[in-house]
């Protein structure tokens, strides 16, 4: 294995951002380093990170090289001395099969945790519609928000009680529903839920 390979399997982008001072909450987003952010629009995995406002992605060498303005080359020995990993010690062939069991449970609890989070956010910006928007007479033409919000409201609590309540079959097709295809952007989704109460986030349920 080569340098980048062991650095790719040894250390997630997680683990990275972390420890060079970027803090990932319990869904796996963090304020954005590579840019102005006010509210966290960087997704985190194990496997690789990406900015739903400025569109920043890539893996962990391509995380700590935007970070630190090194080449690919010195962010792969960065994080080698870093998290003291030996090119000349590669991981045996069961710790590679370990770390990849684990990278894959850890990113449908990622993936788990992010829709619940979105879910919740639209579900409180419906609720706030609901009322805020409601016709105040018979005569008045309803608001879009308030369709939205009649339209969608009882469907997204549904998703968020299987998320809550339901058994791993279950929330696992909750969870594939809403990433499927792209439609569920999900911290594209958190972000405007909070910055902005203009109505077409229902587009992602």
Same mark, same amino acid.
């Given at each position: 294995? +080569?340098?980048?390979?062991?650095?790719?399997?040894?250390?997630?982008? $997680?683990?990275?951002?972390?420890?060079?001072?970027?803090?990932? !909450?319990?869904?796996?987003? &963090?304020?954005?380093?590579?840019? +102005?952010?006010?509210?966290?629009?960087?997704?985190?995995?194990?496997?690789?990170?990406?900015?739903?406002?400025?569109?920043?992605?890539?893996?962990?060498?391509?995380?700590?090289?935007?970070?630190?303005?090194?080449?690919?080359?010195?962010?792969?020995?960065?994080?080698?001395?870093?998290?003291?990993?030996?090119?000349?010690?590669?991981?045996?062939?069961?710790?590679?099969? &370990?770390?990849?069991?684990?990278?894959?449970?850890?990113?449908? $609890?990622? +993936?788990?945790?992010?829709?619940?989070? *979105?879910?919740?956010?639209? &579900?409180? *910006?419906?609720?706030?519609?609901? @009322?805020?928007?409601?016709?105040?007479?018979?005569?008045?033409?309803?608001?879009?928000?308030?369709?939205?919000?009649?339209? +969608?409201?009882?469907? %997204?609590?549904?998703?968020?009680?299987?998320?809550?309540? #339901?058994?791993?079959?279950?929330?696992?097709?909750?969870?594939?529903?809403?990433?499927?295809? #792209? $439609? $569920?952007? &999900?911290?594209?989704?958190? %972000?405007? @839920?909070?910055? !902005?109460?203009?109505? #077409?986030?229902?587009?992602?349920?």
């Amino acid at each position: 294995m +080569n340098l980048f390979e062991i650095v790719k399997y040894g250390v997630s982008c $997680r683990e990275a951002a972390e420890r060079y001072g970027v803090e990932v !909450n319990h869904y796996g987003m &963090a304020l954005c380093p590579f840019h +102005n952010d006010r509210h966290p629009s960087l997704y985190v995995a194990d496997d690789h990170y990406h900015c739903f406002a400025c569109g920043e992605h890539g893996d962990v060498i391509d995380f700590v090289s935007k970070l630190f303005h090194l080449s690919l080359y010195d962010a792969a020995q960065k994080l080698a001395a870093d998290f003291h990993l030996t090119p000349d010690k590669p991981p045996s062939a069961a710790a590679l099969h &370990a770390k990849r069991i684990q990278t894959e449970a850890q990113q449908l $609890r990622e +993936n788990e945790r992010l829709c619940f989070s *979105v879910l919740s956010d639209y &579900a409180r *910006v419906l609720r706030s519609w609901k @009322v805020q928007y409601a016709p105040q007479s018979p005569a008045e033409a309803p608001d879009e928000r308030f369709i939205e919000a009649c339209h +969608n409201l009882d469907q %997204t609590e549904y998703y968020l009680d299987i998320l809550c309540t #339901g058994d791993s079959y279950e929330r696992a097709e909750v969870i594939q529903q809403q990433m499927a295809d #792209g $439609r $569920r952007q &999900a911290g594209q989704a958190a %972000t405007e @839920v909070r910055e !902005n109460s203009q109505g #077409g986030i229902g587009r992602w349920i």
